[in-house]
Structures are given as C-alpha cells and as structure tokens.
C-alpha cells in the first residue's frame, strides 16, 4: 500500500484553478429566501368594488330618530320614554314601515349594561331597520 503525501519538501504547491462556488450559493440562498417571503405578500389583495365618479345629491333628507339609553336602560325615543320592549318594537315596526326609512342614531349611557344596547339593535336589525349609527363614542374615550 502507498501513500501519497503530496510534493517533495522544495517544490511549491500547485495553484487551484476552479472557482470558488460557495458566496455565489449563499448569495443564490439569499435571493430564494427574499423571493420566497415577498410573493406571497403581493398576491394578497382585497378586491373593492368602488363607486366611480360622484354619487347623485339625495333629493330628500333623512328623518333622524334619535334613541338614547340612559344607565338603568330606560329607553327615550326623540324624548318620549319608552314603557317596555313592546313599546320599542311598535315604534321600530312603525319607522320600518317608512317609505324612507329614518336613520337610528342610537346614544348608549357610558354606564349601561350592553345587553340593552346589544337588544335594541338586534330589535331594530330584526324588524328591517337598515340605517343604525352609533353617535356619543366620545365619552368612551379615556
């Protein structure tokens, strides 16, 4: 068996004449890696479908009904309390029935409990009303 040791102790070694390939792999690795992680973040898009141009100037004005629920959950309808949750209803039933439907700007107390808030909207959802805001969120504000 032989073994080869290389060159005798005078002669210099030979000189390599491949290219170094590893940066070029890692810059490669790199480059996949980036590519990999911005694909995905651009194909995710929600697609809106946007009015265009200007809409027409409504030609009648809302009638505004507004319902504010005080603390203890008493109901007032344009400042006329409510008796019940039948009483409420006959009056959603009544705004529902609209040619044009009024908008509800609903004014919860800061202190209410939100199953009265949480049953007059789900009153005025159920019985057709469409136009519910929210007004007063101001005071939620710390």
Same mark, same amino acid.
Do not use: C
């Given at each position: 068996?032989?073994?080869?040791?290389?060159?005798?102790?005078?002669?210099?070694?030979?000189?390599?004449?491949?290219?170094?390939?590893?940066?070029? @792999?890692?810059?490669?690795? =790199?480059? $996949?890696? &980036?590519?990999?992680? /911005?694909? *995905? @973040?651009?194909?995710?898009? =929600?697609? $809106?479908? &946007?009015?265009?141009? /200007?809409? *027409?100037?409504?030609?009648?004005?809302?009638?505004?009904?507004?319902?504010?629920?005080?603390?203890?959950?008493?109901?007032?309808?344009?400042?006329?309390?409510?008796?019940?949750?039948?009483?409420?209803?006959?009056?959603?039933?009544?705004?529902?029935?609209?040619?044009?439907?009024?908008?509800?700007?609903?004014?919860?107390?800061?202190?209410?409990?939100?199953?009265?808030?949480?049953?007059?909207?789900?009153?005025?959802?159920?019985?057709?009303?469409?136009?519910?805001?929210?007004?007063?969120?101001?005071?939620?504000?710390?």
């Amino acid at each position: 068996m032989a073994m080869n040791l290389g060159a005798g102790g005078g002669q210099e070694p030979e000189v390599m004449v491949d290219i170094n390939t590893t940066p070029l @792999i890692d810059v490669m690795l =790199v480059l $996949l890696i &980036m590519l990999i992680i /911005t694909i *995905p @973040i651009q194909t995710h898009a =929600v697609k $809106l479908n &946007m009015p265009v141009g /200007t809409p *027409p100037p409504t030609e009648v004005q809302p009638q505004v009904v507004t319902i504010e629920v005080d603390f203890d959950g008493t109901m007032v309808w344009n400042g006329e309390v409510l008796r019940d949750r039948a009483d409420l209803e006959a009056h959603l039933r009544g705004a529902a029935a609209m040619a044009v439907q009024p908008e509800v700007h609903l004014r919860p107390n800061k202190l209410v409990k939100y199953e009265s808030v949480a049953m007059l909207m789900a009153s005025a959802q159920r019985l057709g009303l469409t136009k519910i805001g929210l007004i007063g969120n101001e005071q939620f504000i710390r």
